[in-house]
């Protein structure tokens, strides 16, 4: 099954620095989803994005759904320490019913 | 609150054991889903079931196989374990419906030596 190209692998930041990320398709997809995974835990979903063009923010965190719908980007301004963890996108398809695809996941470190 | 559950965080299995993944949600959800997660590759889904007895392949089914006797339970089963099937392996359900939100299980780390 195609996967999301989503860059960078990971990253390694001082706290207090903004960090952006991305997630790429060949496809559209009509929804487009964020989830942050900690250590040892299972990922949990941060922002759904539902129209091309969308922007949506939750905290510290902002989400863009890419006007192809072939793209969706994730910035966190301010970074802290918490926010250590590995970011995945996740694209679903109308058609696809509750399947989504995900990216390869961005590891991000933050260095105090 | 809610819960999904697996029954092992660490599993360590021998090549050509019979290994069985459980997990547990306690939502009423349709929807389950198995993934495996692996550096890079982000996680690939394995097995999804909608209903009880009903099960659909994923993208990498190749040595697994699932049961779903309940609603709230969903079985991952790796009839031969194979070293290539070292990996995290993660639950999660969903709601039936155009419901984003897929809740996941903290996962279990399975070797196989």
């Known amino acids: 099954g195609q996967q999301l190209n989503q860059s960078p692998q990971s990253m390694f930041i001082q706290e207090g620095e903004d960090v952006s990320m991305n997630c790429t398709s060949s496809s559209i997809f009509n929804t487009w989803l964020w989830y942050k995974q900690e250590p040892g835990e299972g990922p949990v979903l941060l922002i759904a994005l539902y129209k091309a063009g969308e922007l949506t923010s939750n905290g510290r965190l902002t989400a863009q759904f890419g006007i192809t719908r072939k793209d969706s980007f994730l910035n966190i301004s301010a970074s802290i320490p918490s926010d250590v963890g590995i970011y995945f996108c996740?694209?679903?398809?109308?058609?696809?019913?509750?399947?989504?695809?995900f990216g390869g996941g961005t590891r991000l470190m933050v260095k105090p | 609150d809610v819960k999904v559950t697996q029954s092992s965080r660490y599993l360590v299995k021998r090549t050509g054991e019979k290994v069985f993944l459980e997990c547990v949600q306690d939502?009423?959800?349709?929807?389950m889903f198995w993934y495996r997660q692996d550096p890079g590759l982000g996680l690939r889904l394995i097995y999804f079931?909608?209903?009880?007895?009903?099960?659909e392949k994923g993208d990498i089914p190749e040595g697994y196989s699932v049961s779903r006797e309940k609603k709230e339970r969903f079985s991952l089963i790796l009839e031969s374990a194979s070293t290539n099937q070292t990996s995290m392996y993660l639950c999660a359900s969903v709601l039936a419906g155009l419901t984003d939100t897929q809740y996941f299980g903290p996962g279990t780390r399975l070797t196989v030596l």
């Open positions: 996740a694209g679903r398809r109308d058609n696809a019913g509750n399947m989504l695809t």
């Open positions: 939502m009423d959800h349709e929807n």
């Open positions: 079931s909608y209903d009880v007895k009903m099960k």
